[in-house]
Structures are given as C-alpha cells and as structure tokens.
C-alpha cells in the first residue's frame, strides 16, 4: 500500500464534460468513500479491469461508496464525449464519469497511467493508489477498510474483450502504427511520414512484426487507408488480437480478416464472424482474435473494403 501524507484529493473542476451525472464538487463528496478511475476507451488494460469496478460500485454503493470514472483521451477520436457516452453504455457504467479532453483532472493528480485507481477516504485524504490491472483483492480490501465494512470479495468473471488477459501465453506487446511510436514496421519500403504511400507485404513476416499494403497515410498517431482493398498484416503469439479503428468521418467501413490466410472460424474475436466479416462503424478497440484451442503464433491480416479506416494500435491478450 502507498504511503500518503494526508493528501487531499484535487478538484474535478477541469473536467470537460459529465456523464451519467452533474458536475461534482465538495459538496457532492463529502462523507463519501470516493474511487477515481482514470480511463480511456481504447484501453484494453481498463477494459479488462473495468467489470472490477463496475461490481465495487453496486457491491459498495450502499456502504457509501462513489466511484468517479475520469475518462482521459488517449487518441484524438476519444475527445468526442458522445464516443464516451456510447463506451459508458456499452460497458453498463451506472456511476458518474468525468470527460478530461484538457487532462486538467490528470494534471492535478499528477497522473501517468491508464488505468489508474486512487481511493479517497470519506475525509477526502487519498489513501492508496494502484496503476494498472491486477492486485484486485488488496484493492477491493482497501474499500472496505475505508468504508469499515468486512464481507466476502464479489465474484468478478470478465466476459468477451472485458475478459483477464491469457498471460501465460502473451508473448507480443502493444503495438502503436503512428509514427509517433511505431516500432517493428516491416513493408517492403520505408515508411513515408505525413504524405500518401503505396504499400506491399514482405514476403516473411517476423514474430512481433507488422506491415502495410494498399495506398496509406502513415500520420502521427495513426495509419489512413488512402484506397479501398488496403491490408494491416502483424504476426503475433497471443490468445487475444485487438485492434483500435476509426472510420473518421466517414460511413461505416466493411472488413475481413483473415488468419494464417484463412477466415478464422472458431478463433474469431467478437467484432468478426467465422469467416472473418467485420463493420468499422464507429471509434473504439475492435477484438479480431480470440484463440480457444492451442494458443500459437498466427499471421492477421485485415482488409478494409472502403477507403478512410483509420488504425491506431494493436493489443493483445
């Protein structure tokens, strides 16, 4: 457990925006246990942490528990609060969460990590942290501390891209495309920055290595598909396959995957049929892969049928 000094929680008053709920001040507060969770949509780490929190806030709730999500952008797209508003639905988020596009809220608690918990005393003295998945039942026994309250832990099971990771057997890491933080890109020709180029797959693709083809605008923080029929391919060894997409302005994109140059039948993630149909339609962390077998390197690749998909990193679980 972190050692505090009676540090006060700051303010939300930077945020942007609420859902769920009204500003909250002092006064909305005080004499509540409060857990801040500071989140991004795209995050496959709070995502899988995510049912954590969900079951604390309705386990807790009535013991004085307010658990405050404070959704942070990663990516550009992730500014847009109606994204947010559709990510807190999707995920059955009935508690209040706070949209950071200036990172003001971040700032003031000197912030660093997505996901990051920080639990509050009903004085309004932070009195542990946590960056990251895991440590979910010292977490758990930190609230029930402040609240006073001892019960058994709540049975959490994450279901679909909310399920734990498969560690064991992840052997490949995140993966930024945007040459802000790409690593491991493996065309056949060098990677042009902030102007259209014309793509081709190696003919061997290494472990842990990605590639382009197509026509494709390899900009800061994402690649843009330029021309319809453009393919993302990355090898990887994992249980898990994901991908954040985002159609831009544009309508909903169509998009195949294929793995090991097959449809994935049963090792299809959830946003893909068995024969590897998908639908861009809006911006968010697509699973492409879940492997229920024998977990063992794979080649992914996805092709777009319409120009405009923007992608912006692969996770794996």
Same mark, same amino acid.
């Given at each position: 457990?972190? =050692?505090?000094?009676?540090?006060?929680?700051?303010?939300?008053?930077?945020? $942007?925006?609420?859902?769920?709920?009204?500003?909250l001040?002092?006064?909305?507060?005080?004499g509540?246990?409060?857990?801040?969770?500071?989140?991004?949509?795209?995050?496959?780490?709070?995502?899988?942490?995510?049912? %954590?929190?969900?079951?604390?806030?309705?386990?807790?709730?009535?013991?004085? !528990?307010?658990?405050?999500?404070?959704?942070?952008?990663?990516?550009?797209?992730?500014?847009?609060?109606?994204?947010v508003?559709?990510?807190?639905?999707?995920?059955?988020?009935?508690?209040?969460?706070?949209?950071?596009?200036?990172y003001?809220?971040?700032?003031?608690?000197?912030?660093? %990590?997505?996901?990051a918990? %920080?639990?509050?005393?009903?004085?309004?003295?932070?009195r542990?942290?946590?960056?990251?998945?895991?440590?979910?039942?010292?977490?758990?026994?930190?609230?029930?501390?402040?609240?006073?309250?001892?019960?058994?832990?709540?049975?959490?099971?994450?279901?679909? =891209?909310?399920?734990?990771?498969?560690?064991?057997? !992840?052997? $490949?890491? #995140? $993966?930024?495309?945007?040459?802000?933080?790409?690593?491991?890109?493996?065309?056949?020709?060098?990677?042009?920055?902030?102007?259209?180029?014309?793509?081709?797959?190696?003919?061997?693709?290494?472990?842990?290595?990605?590639?382009?083809?197509?026509?494709?605008?390899?900009?800061?923080?994402?690649?843009?598909?330029?021309?319809?029929?453009?393919?993302?391919?990355?090898?990887?060894?994992?249980?898990?396959?994901?991908?954040?997409?985002?159609?831009?302005?544009?309508?909903?994109?169509?998009?195949?995957?294929? !793995?090991?140059?097959?449809?994935?039948?049963?090792?299809?993630?959830?946003?893909?049929?068995?024969?590897?149909?998908?639908?861009?339609?809006?911006?968010?962390?697509?699973?492409?892969?879940?492997?229920?077998?024998?977990?063992?390197?794979?080649?992914?690749?996805? $092709?777009?049928?319409?120009?405009?998909? #923007?992608?912006?990193?692969?996770?794996?679980?």
């Open positions: 457990m972190s =050692v505090f000094q009676r540090v006060r929680m700051p303010s939300l008053d930077g945020a $942007t925006g609420w859902v769920k709920s009204d500003p001040g002092p006064a909305e507060l005080r509540h246990v409060v857990l801040v969770n500071f989140w991004t949509l795209t995050c496959i780490n709070w995502l899988r942490q995510e049912p %954590y929190v969900r079951a604390w806030s309705q386990a807790y709730r009535d013991d004085g !528990l307010l658990v405050v999500g404070l959704h942070t952008p990663e990516f550009s797209f992730e500014h847009d609060i109606d994204g508003r559709q990510a807190v639905e999707v995920r059955d988020i009935d508690y209040p969460v706070a949209q950071d596009n200036d003001a809220v971040w700032s003031a608690f000197a912030n660093h %990590y997505w996901p918990l %920080y639990f509050i005393d009903a004085e309004g003295i932070i542990d942290d946590h960056f990251g998945e895991g440590r979910y039942e010292q977490s758990e026994r930190v609230i029930q501390r402040l609240l006073g309250v001892a019960r058994d832990l709540v049975s959490v099971e994450g279901v679909g =891209v909310e399920a734990d990771a498969s560690w064991d057997h !992840l052997q $490949t890491p #995140e $993966t930024y495309l945007g040459y802000g933080r790409s690593e491991q890109f493996a065309s056949s020709r060098d990677a042009a920055f902030d102007q259209r180029g014309s793509y081709e797959l190696p003919q061997d693709l290494g472990l842990n290595r990605w590639a382009l083809a197509g026509e494709w605008t390899i900009g800061r923080e994402d690649v843009a598909l330029e021309q319809a029929g453009g393919s993302i391919a990355y090898r990887f060894h994992a249980r898990d396959a994901h991908l954040v997409l985002s159609p831009g302005a544009r309508d909903p994109i169509p998009f195949r995957v294929l !793995l090991d140059g097959e449809g994935p039948g049963s090792s299809h993630g959830e946003d893909v049929d068995e024969d590897g149909n998908g639908l861009l339609g809006d911006g968010r962390l697509y699973q492409l892969v879940r492997q229920h077998d024998t977990v063992q390197e794979r080649t992914l690749e996805i $092709t777009f049928l319409a120009p405009g998909a #923007e992608a912006y990193s692969f996770t794996f679980g």
